[in-house]
């Protein structure tokens, strides 16, 4: 039964993000930097009222990786938004989640871990398919491909800093670190291009915030009743959210090629997931 709950949560969250994820893309008239601020203030806030009330120190205790950790996951929503501008959502969501092919690959150069035959071959799988999204996908430029490419790479980056972390510092901390560097990074940048909302733009900005606090609490709240092994490639339901608010806000147009790309790439990598859980 808790089983079932958390493959519910995780569901919902990544129904919640792809809205996210929509809700950016639609309000591409506010730059990428405004953007990321509203995403993050709202976040912020409560995490940093969480701390304060529960006296759970705010700096922590690993301060340098912390640190890191949050301008890591800053730049990786920031390079995340703006490729939101330069292709179909779809797409987008699907090559940011590489990152674990780049975590393998960072983790064999500098931290000398060994992957398996098996995993290789899973990861060429995913590869072939980033080839046949960027190959077939007309709306996807080099520009582009490169920016959300290089989003992957920081959130590998992140997902190595917060496992170095480990436990030591409470998630409501790391959560912090983010949101506050996040928010920050969106401030300064909108001093440069900051455009006055009005009306209902001010809700569909402040509902990022919003939008990703309840996604957020969510998967962490699902990981926590269910095991990792059975929870984690429900996460690639995202892409399949994706695809449809594009096609259905958006009038997105996926040739068959690139669908099969879009396939391969959750393939692969939902193999990986498992096999690193599940060892099966």
């Not at 808790?2 to 809205?19: G, Q």
Request: charged share 10%.
């Amino acid at each position: 039964m808790k089983d079932h709950k958390a493959i519910y949560l995780m569901v919902l969250s990544t129904l919640l993000f792809a809205v996210m994820s929509t809700l950016v893309k639609y309000l591409s008239q506010f730059g990428t930097f405004q953007l990321v601020f509203f995403r993050s203030i709202g976040t912020l806030i409560f995490t940093m009222t969480y701390l304060v009330y529960n006296k759970i120190p705010v700096l922590g205790s690993q301060k340098k990786l912390l640190f890191f950790r949050g301008l890591s996951g800053a730049a990786s929503m920031v390079l995340f938004f703006s490729a939101l501008h330069f292709m179909a959502i779809g797409s987008a969501v699907t090559l940011r989640y590489t990152a674990p092919l780049f975590v393998a690959l960072l983790s064999v150069l500098f931290l000398g871990e060994k992957i398996r035959w098996i995993q290789w071959f899973f990861f060429l799988i995913a590869f072939g398919g980033v080839v046949m999204v960027k190959g077939f996908d007309t709306s996807i430029s080099f520009l582009g491909f490169g920016i959300v490419i290089l989003s992957a790479v920081t959130s590998a980056i992140t997902y190595m800093l917060i496992s170095r972390i480990g436990t030591r510092d409470h998630h409501m901390v790391i959560i912090n670190y983010f949101m506050l560097i996040a928010t920050l990074a969106g401030a300064i940048g909108c001093l440069f291009e900051w455009q006055m909302p009005h009306g209902i733009e001010w809700l569909q900005l402040l509902s990022l915030g919003v939008l990703g606090l309840i996604a957020q609490v969510l998967m962490t709240k699902a990981f926590q009743i269910g095991p990792a092994y059975k929870i984690a490639p429900y996460k690639y339901v995202e892409v399949i959210f994706s695809l449809g608010f594009g096609i259905a806000v958006f009038f997105d147009i996926y040739s068959f090629f690139t669908l099969i790309g879009i396939v391969m790439i959750v393939l692969g990598l939902v193999l990986n997931a498992i096999y690193k859980t599940k060892k099966f």
